[in-house]
């Protein structure tokens, strides 16, 4: 059975930094691209960061120079490292896979974690 299992979110206040982490099971890990989302309430679920099996990565933007995505495909897991959060980032954070490539678009993957509730007050 594959799933993602989501840890680490919390209530932080506006310049703080919170550390995500998805464990993964049931999959072919190393072979898999994974993906952090997030959607405020009442919006659309946005691409955040992503990390190709081998290992390039992708940033939204609104991630660029203060979030970082890892891997460690020895542990099954990916991490998303925040500093210098902003109220807008106040979201459900979810993680997800898919083969090989990333991809921003949500539909494209085939694989959910639980989510995780991150609340940055300002």
């Known amino acids: 059975q594959v799933q993602l299992v989501v840890s680490g979110g919390g209530l932080v206040q506006a310049g703080g930094s919170l550390r995500l982490s998805c464990a993964a099971s049931g999959l072919a890990f190393s072979n898999y691209a994974m993906a952090w989302f997030r959607q405020a309430a009442g919006k659309e679920r946005q691409f955040v960061a992503a990390i190709w099996s081998g290992g390039r990565t992708d940033y939204a933007d609104s991630a660029k120079g203060r979030f970082t995505i890892s891997r460690d495909n020895a542990k099954n897991a990916v991490h998303l490292q925040m500093n210098s959060l902003k109220a807008e980032a106040t979201a459900v954070y979810y993680c997800?896979?898919?083969?090989?490539?990333?991809?921003?678009?949500?539909?494209?993957?085939?694989?959910w974690g639980q989510g995780t509730q991150v609340t940055v007050s300002s």
């Open positions: 997800a896979a898919r083969p090989f490539i990333s991809t921003t678009q949500a539909g494209e993957y085939d694989v």
